[in-house]
């Protein structure tokens, strides 16, 4: 089982469109895997939920952490098959006031994860805008780390920073944690853009990733459908670009 979290401090740069989009080609390549919400706002878990909200009761990723239930009791099935999600409440606003100063928090995830490694090939953790605690749980778990980032000034700082962040629990929580690759989402077709692309490549050299993700019209349309790319249009090029962002991190 390999473990990877989507993760930027920055807002808005498509973090949870590449957790259910990628979930969306690790289906069609037969994976079995599993999607966690680490997000407090919840926008993975409500892309699955639909109108009839079916993940709204029940066990989800704040109650398994706050009140020390089993991983198992939270993990539901999805609409896509092979894909199992643990969706996340508001509830996991309070996770750094519940736990504070308790190091040991930092842990919890990657201990519940243990429990569930024969089940799944993939596990994908969609990480909140911010590196609090969930986000560091997220990262102690985690086996590598992806970072998706906008053709702009603010994802190139934030980009450092999460990396800095990540230094500091590779040092003291996690040896495993490697950086997958940096990779620019929602890019259009401008000379602004072209520009921030050479400055992250001077930057980030090989961690930038080859593979861009396009802002393509097509993808909010099939997040709006309540599907991922690969189901809306599968032959188009939105599809193409998660499958070839999925074969360049090797999943
Ligand atoms: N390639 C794309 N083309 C068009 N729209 C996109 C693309 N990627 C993401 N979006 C849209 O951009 C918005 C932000 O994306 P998303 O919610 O995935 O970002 P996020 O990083 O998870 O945000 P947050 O930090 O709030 O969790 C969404 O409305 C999404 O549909
Ligand atoms: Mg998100």
Redesign the pocket.
């Known amino acids: 089982m390999k473990v990877i979290s989507v993760t ?1 401090l ?9 957790v ?1 989009n990628l979930a969306g080609v690790l289906a069609e390549r037969k994976k079995r895997v599993l999607l966690i919400d680490m ?1 407090y ?1 919840a ?1 993975l878990t409500t892309l699955f939920e639909g109108e009839d909200a079916p993940f709204e009761s029940g066990a989800n990723i704040a109650k398994v952490l706050v009140e020390s239930l089993p991983l198992a009791s939270a993990i539901r099935e999805t609409t896509i098959s092979g894909v199992f999600l643990v969706p996340a409440d508001i509830d996991l606003a309070a996770l750094d006031s519940r736990f504070q100063n308790d190091l040991n928090a930092h842990f919890l995830l990657a201990e519940l994860l243990d429990s569930v490694r024969d089940r799944f090939d993939i596990v994908l953790i ?1 990480c ?2 911010n590196l609090l605690l969930g986000t560091r749980m997220a990262l102690v778990a985690s086996d590598a780390y992806l970072v ?1 980032v906008g053709a702009d000034r603010f994802s190139m700082r934030a980009a450092m920073h999460v990396q800095q962040v990540a230094d500091n629990i590779r040092k003291r929580a996690n040896r495993e944690l490697k950086l997958l690759g940096i990779v620019m ?2 890019v259009q077709a401008r000379r602004v853009t072209r520009d921030y692309v050479d400055l992250f490549r001077s930057r980030f050299t090989s961690k930038l990733l080859k593979t861009q ?5 097509a ?2 349309e099939a ?1 709006t459908h309540g599907v991922p790319i690969t189901t809306y249009e599968p032959t188009g090029e ?1 599809a193409e670009m998660f499958r070839a962002l999925a074969d360049e991190i090797k999943l």
């Open positions: 930027n920055k807002g808005g740069v498509a973090k949870t469109t590449i259910y997000d706002q926008n969609d909140p805008p998706p989402t929602r993700i396009k802002e393509r019209t993808i909010q997040a939105g």
